[in-house]
């Protein structure tokens, strides 16, 4: 048996000291230290005032917010060192400093994903982690790099939560302890999940375990399978061991010195978090308290910070010293079992039920709701053992989403600003979002003949090679295309993210990779548009690189790549083309344009029309390409909250023409089977309500499906009709219904099926 006394409580016995890496007066990492105390020993001053306003663009979380415990990126995470406010960015992939005084900006240094995890600083080093699957150290004064290290095995990038990132993105966010960052790469276990140690001087490895997702391990429901931790969330450490979460399960427990991966549970149904909370015997996940011996479950411990024996949690203080009481019980068959009991010596509040804390800072609480913010001292509550008034209150706009203090000032952190107060406020500057210049109206030839082929262009386009800005800004400012541009001058780089019509639009609408395209592996099938500038002076064999890696990249049914080419240039493509490996490419010239398609499916691709396959319910694909091993393509894509619920076992979702179909409750939803790409979504009340429960339900294996799929065409009974809805837009071309007998209700449709050129109805 184990249990605690207190429900509502954390447990959290004295911290490491070896887990601060900076001055007290900073704010170093995420929570203040490796063990994520949320507690800084560094009083703030007594009286603060707004000093200044820094509007930020809200955050773009890798999951959707139904996602509970993986939100370890929605929301704004600075630190503070020396006299700097660094940010990482998930909506420009960058990390930027502001001069904690005014607010204004120092420096920002770019990577090539988002950064979804706060950095941690460390002796004038700044370390930040990126979904582009590196860990890059940098100085603190200037932002500029001193190291990168890459967490995956290569430079492999794929389509993920709708961006172009690493294969192994890194979603451990960095911990920095006796001069060692740790930090982890990729999610998916069958693709092979990265656990490092590093130098925080050099970046040179001192372990790395790649071993936990070819474990063989029994997963929830007793299956039996590969894998094991899947890290998503900030990793934690207290003395020789780390903790890594894992999201939607229990974390891993490491072994710092060694890696070896000492413990890992799944866990059980609503087990699991992004927020790891370490102490000296015991660790929290989220509200739940687990034995750092052995994983024993300790009950419900919900945390807001923690100062030695002192915890504070649910607007109270706790003293914890000696809290662990273990014992040895027998059940009720006779078994043994060892009791563990949690005995808090004194508990007395802080702060009111309306005021969360979000950290301590010296003996101060601090604690916020929407448009005020306010400062308790733990002690003088104790010591008057009732609540007090605070001693300092303040007005904000907006809702407190967190708070960190440093350099003798409190930041407030909101969905869309940051906040900062201090003694010497009373400017209250306001830095805004600033706007961009506006697009330019006129058209390039390659902009020309996009639009010509394509009056409406959606999904990704891919620029290879170094492009004119004017090129760049046209595709962004006149298209809804996604632009990645890859070119190896970092110097057009630099001046495209700082271009006044992308710079506002970059990382939602364009993004770069500063190398020769030849030299970095892009997701195959995934540009709906290649395009690029191509020099004259290009001969065959570059000729021959630009159309292997657009090729590569091309979506299937009607991708295609367009170049302005010398005539003679144009034939060189032709030769290629008819000596080379280029299944269903389509070669056209329009003037100066020089069109490259990649006409209909993959050649031996199949598709999935109906429940079981095909009108014959063989539940056997005709493709011939699916073979194992097999890899990731994309993830992410829509969230599936509106998708029906597993147990009712609705409708399998279907395959054709390069689109995937799926019902939901209440709609019907169609996407790109080669990037997760939303083509469109139909409301529709009432459809699937028959499958809509979360009961184990015969559903779709009773009755069959309501819905069948094809490359130009989806049928689907809704109520008393079939609708006949356009594949390709989602439009519904026509309704079929039957009329009423006389005496008769109107008849409902059941069996659905198309074979050949007849729809099969009953």
């Known amino acids: 048996m184990h249990t605690c006394r207190m429900k509502h409580l954390l447990l959290v016995l004295p911290i490491c000291l070896t887990a601060r890496t900076a001055s007290p007066a900073d704010w170093p990492t995420w929570r ?57 960015s998930t909506v420009n992939d960058s990390v930027t400093a502001y001069h904690t005084d005014s607010g204004v900006e120092a420096w920002r240094f770019y990577t090539e994903g988002p950064v979804r995890f706060a950095p941690v600083a460390s002796r004038n080093r700044i370390y930040a982690a990126s979904d582009d699957g590196f860990l890059y150290c940098l100085q603190a004064k200037d932002g500029s790099l001193f190291w990168k290290i890459r967490g995956g095995p290569e430079d492999h990038r794929i389509i993920g939560n709708d961006r172009l990132i690493s294969m192994w993105p890194i979603r451990g966010g960095p911990v920095l302890i006796d001069d060692t960052v740790y930090f982890t790469a990729g999610i998916w276990p069958f693709m092979g999940i990265f656990v490092h140690a ?27 399978s590969f894998g094991s931790i899947a890290p998503q969330g900030y990793l934690a450490a207290m003395n020789d061991l780390l903790l890594v979460p894992g999201g939607r399960s229990l974390p891993g427990i490491f072994d710092r010195d ?66 662990l009481h273990r014992s040895k019980d027998t059940d009720r068959k006779g078994d043994a079992r060892e009791k563990v009991d949690l005995r808090p010596n004194a508990s007395w509040a802080v702060s009111t039920p309306d005021l969360p804390i979000f950290l301590v800072a010296g003996n101060r609480a601090y604690a916020g709701r929407e448009k005020v913010i306010a400062a308790f001292d733990i002690d003088k509550a104790r010591q008057a053992n009732k609540l007090l008034p605070p001693q300092w209150t303040a007005a904000i706009e907006g809702v407190p989403r967190g708070m960190i203090a440093g350099d003798d000032k409190l930041f407030v952190i909101t969905d869309s600003s940051i906040q900062c107060f201090s003694q010497l406020g009373e400017a209250a500057v306001k830095h805004m979002i600033t706007e961009g210049a506006d697009v330019t109206a006129t058209r390039d030839a390659l902009l020309d003949a996009i639009l010509k082929r394509d009056p409406n262009p959606n999904g990704y386009a ?88 657009s090729f590569h990249s091309l979506r299937p049914y ?112 169609c996407v790109d089977v080669y990037t997760g790409r939303v083509f469109w979504e139909k409301e529709l009340p009432g459809l699937g309500t028959y499958y809509n429960t979360t009961k184990h339900f015969a559903g779709a294996g009773e ?21 006949h809805i356009d594949a390709a837009t989602g439009d519904t071309i026509r309704q079929i219904t039957l009329d009423a007998e006389t005496g008769f209700q109107k008849p409902a449709w059941g069996y659905l099926a198309v074979e050949g050129d007849f729809l099969i109805a009953t």
């Open 32 to 88: 203040y230290d490796a063990t994520r105390s949320n507690a800084s020993p560094a009083a703030l001053p007594e009286d603060m005032r707004l000093a200044w306003t820094l509007e930020l663009p809200r955050p773009r979380p890798a999951w959707p917010a139904s996602q509970e415990k993986l939100q370890f990126d929605s929301v704004h995470q600075p630190i503070v060192v020396g006299d700097l406010l660094v940010l990482g």
């Open 198 to 224: 590093v130098d925080a001087e050099t970046g040179k490895t001192k372990w790395i375990n790649s071993e936990t997702g070819s474990r063989w391990v029994t997963h929830p429901h007793g299956a039996p």
């Open 258 to 323: 060694t890696g070896e991966m000492t413990r890992f549970d799944f866990g059980g149904k609503g087990s699991g978090g992004w927020r790891v909370v370490a102490s000296e015997h015991f660790y929290v996940v989220e509200d739940a308290a687990f034995a750092m011996q052995d994983g024993l479950a300790l009950g419900a411990l919900p945390v807001d910070a923690i100062m030695a024996d002192i915890v504070l949690g649910k607007m109270s203080a706790f003293d914890f010293s000696n809290a």
């Open 462 to 549: 891919l620029v290879l090679g170094t492009t004119s800005a004017d090129t760049l800004e046209q595709l962004v400012g006149q298209t809804n295309l996604h632009v990645i541009t890859v070119d190896p001058a970092t110097q057009n780089i630099d001046l495209l993210r700082r271009n006044k019509v992308i710079e506002r639009r970059y990382g939602t609408r364009v993004a770069a990779i500063a190398k020769d395209f030849s030299n970095v592996e892009l997701p195959p099938y995934f540009a709906n548009i290649v395009t690029g500038d191509v020099a004259e002076s290009a001969d065959k064999s570059d000729l021959e690189t630009l159309l292997t890696t």
């Open 558 to 669: 009607g991708g295609f790549a367009c170049w302005e080419l010398t005539q003679q240039q144009h034939g060189a493509v032709a030769a290629i083309l008819a000596d080379g490996e280029f299944p269903n490419a389509d070669l056209a010239r329009d003037g100066s344009i020089t069109f490259l398609t990649r006409r209909g499916s993959l050649p031996g691709a199949g598709s999935w029309t109906h429940q079981y396959g095909d009108a014959t319910n063989s539940v056997v694909s005709t493709d011939s390409i699916v073979k194992a091993p097999l890899g990731l393509l994309w993830f992410g894509g829509p969230p599936n909250d509106k998708v029906l619920p597993r147990h009712g076992h609705g409708p399998s979702p279907q395959v054709a023409g390069g689109r995937l179909v799926i019902e939901g409750a209440d709609m019907l939803r």
């Open 703 to 723: 009755i069959g499906s309501n819905y069948v799929t094809l490359p130009d065409a989806v049928y689907v009974v809704y109520g008393d009709t079939i609708l």
